[in-house]
């Protein structure tokens, strides 16, 4: 992948929910009364500025086709503060199963990637999800990829390396694998995105010293970065470990009280101030609440609207981001009753955690 003579290098330190929103309206200026002695430099600079704005006005970059490269942030995150160890206050049903996690670190986490939305774009998860979306996904391999076409696959080059293309859910979804490459296999998967751009979007990825690089911001289209690969993963197998303690992901704790019919599960793992934009993106819903004093995800299925790839309905969702960790709270209840049942999540007494730690086997 090479940049260049005319690239320009856009770094995005942290991800941010707002970015798909508004600007603010900028402040009128005013002409002072007087004019100080400090006027005259001052009336010097804002001409300059005016002859500069002037130039652009012709010039006109916006118009060339320059190539804008973007460095986006790692998958690191802050120390919780808040113990991984949490109850209901008064728990709605009897302790039925539970997870302490399945390992201390997550593959996930150590291999850098990306999401990347466009604004109106949404998985909801199990309905087969709208809008245009691409991840960007890597594994470290020093040996030579096994890709195969097979039936529905083509063999492509992507960056001067093997690669395939898999067409998977109609036309809707692609997903291509190629490499190696800088001792990484790379795997990009689209959804609503043309075979020409999703091989477009392959052409310009990287890894640049760990961090997810895109050398040609253009084959975006409209797409935003939406979040790190290990925070989309953390949203995803927050959903996956609720709906099966079971299914244990990797750092994730869950505790569910009650059977199948009228189960309730709370479930928490660590992660940024801003898990909860891959949360909506994964399920849905609105932030629209509050627990504990912070914003929370409000998320409703009916019986049509059920998590099919699960196999489970969820009833209501609650989420929200505290003390470094996101947690979700789900339960055949309305939302505001949720609510209640979320304000009361608190950390566990030692004899409270024995008894979940016992349930996990």
Not at 80 to 109: C, I, K, M, R, Y
Not at 186 to 203: G, M, N, P, R, W
Not at 343 to 350: I, L, Y
């Amino acid at each position: 992948m090479q940049g260049g003579a005319d690239s320009e290098l856009i770094e995005f330190i942290e991800s941010d929910p707002s970015v798909f929103g508004g600007s603010t309206n900028a402040q009128t200026l005013r002409t002072p009364p007087s004019r100080p002695t400090w006027w005259v430099p001052v009336a010097v600079s804002l001409v300059a500025v005016l002859a500069a704005a002037a130039s652009l006005a012709v010039w006109k970059p916006w118009e060339n086709k320059f190539r804008v490269r973007l460095a986006l942030p790692s998958a690191s995150r802050p120390e919780p503060t808040l113990t991984a160890q949490l109850v209901f206050d008064n728990p709605p049903s009897a302790l039925s199963g539970s997870s302490a996690g399945a390992s201390e670190v997550a593959a996930s986490l150590a291999s850098p990637g990306y999401f990347f939305a466009a604004p109106d774009a949404s998985l909801n998860l199990g309905q087969g999800g709208t809008g245009r979306w691409a991840a960007l996904l890597t594994t470290d391999t020093d040996e030579s990829a096994n890709l195969d076409a097979g039936r529905s696959g083509v063999n492509v080059t992507v960056q001067g390396v093997p690669g395939v293309l898999v067409l998977a859910i109609g036309d809707q979804s692609r997903q291509l694998s190629f490499g190696p490459l800088g001792g990484r296999v790379y795997t990009i998967v689209t959804s609503e995105i043309s075979k020409a751009d999703t091989l477009a979007f392959a052409e310009v990825v990287g890894i640049d010293d760990g961090v997810p690089v895109i050398a040609d911001i253009s084959v975006l289209q409209g797409m935003r970065p939406l979040c790190t690969i290990a925070d989309f993963n953390t949203a995803y197998g927050l959903v996956l470990t609720a709906s099966n303690p079971d299914y244990a992901q990797p750092q994730i704790v869950a505790a569910q009280y009650g059977e199948e019919s009228e189960r309730f599960t709370l479930t928490s793992q660590q992660a940024p101030e801003s898990g909860l934009v891959p949360l909506q993106f994964v399920l849905g819903g609105k932030i629209d609440s509050t627990v504990h004093g912070e914003p929370a995800l409000t998320f409703v299925t009916d019986d049509s609207e059920a998590l099919l790839s699960f196999g489970v309905e969820f009833g209501s969702v609650v989420a929200w981001i505290e003390g470094g960790r996101l947690i979700m709270v789900t339960g055949k209840l309305p939302v505001d009753e949720l609510l209640q049942l979320a304000e009361s999540v608190r950390p566990a007494t030692d004899e409270e955690w024995n008894q979940i730690s016992q349930v996990a086997g």
